[in-house]
């Protein structure tokens, strides 16, 4: 069986059959590039979204609003509370303090320190102390003076007596102290003039009538 080799002319036929597009395909869909400009917003939708920022605004503002009013109310109710016990227990001191000078049963006197306690731990609670007087300074801010009374022992301006106790409540004054405040030593008394011998009568020799 013999072999017909192909001819040239066979070849270059085959290679451009091949490379010949196909007219049935269809062609690629066009890619859009990717540094194309965004489509411009319109007016409405700008509208609606500076509405909508500023109804985020306007909710924000009222939340933080609503917050800080509960926690002030919240503060005045608790102060409205811890003022009305204090008469309490100024009274219930007072007591305690009259008991001790009465020396009566220790039964008695140790029950009412017993409350008295128990109220101290509840304004310790709500952070209230005592505020300082015995020898300290006049403030306004923490005193409140009733009276000025010379003192040789305490210093001018300085609290001599509290006569009701003050407390403040964390570092804000929840009731000022009244106290008593030293006014310096009293002016020294008037120097009074010796007495003239010279006016004086004479005594009357012994015998003499």
């Known amino acids: 069986m013999s072999h017909h080799p192909k001819s040239k002319a066979e070849a270059p036929a085959a290679t451009v059959e091949a490379a010949a597009p196909d007219a049935s395909a269809k062609p690629a869909a066009a890619q859009p590039a990717d540094n194309a400009a965004p489509k411009a917003e319109s007016p409405e939708v700008a509208q609606l979204r500076d509405r909508l ?17 509960r926690d002030e109310w919240h503060t005045r109710a608790v102060e409205s509370v811890l003022l009305a016990l ?14 001790m000078e009465q020396k009566v049963d220790e039964a008695h006197i140790k029950g009412l320190r017993l ?6 731990a509840v304004l310790r609670k709500f952070s209230v102390t005592p505020i300082e007087t015995a020898g300290q300074p006049f403030d306004v801010r923490w005193h409140e003076a009733l009276a000025y009374l010379p003192s040789t022992e305490v210093a001018a301006e300085n609290v001599i007596q509290e006569t009701r106790a003050g407390y403040r409540i964390g570092d804000a004054m929840l009731r000022p102290a009244q106290v008593i405040i030293s006014s310096g030593p009293p002016p020294d008394a008037a120097v009074k003039p010796q007495a003239n011998n010279a006016h004086k009568p004479a005594a009357a020799p012994d015998g003499e009538s």
């Open 115 to 120: 409350v008295a306690d128990e109220l101290q």
């Open 86 to 99: 204090l008469p309490a227990l100024d009274h219930l001191n007072l007591g305690l303090r009259h008991a």
């Open 53 to 69: 920022m500023r109804l985020q605004a306007d909710f924000d503002n009222f939340r933080k609003r609503t917050l800080r009013e």
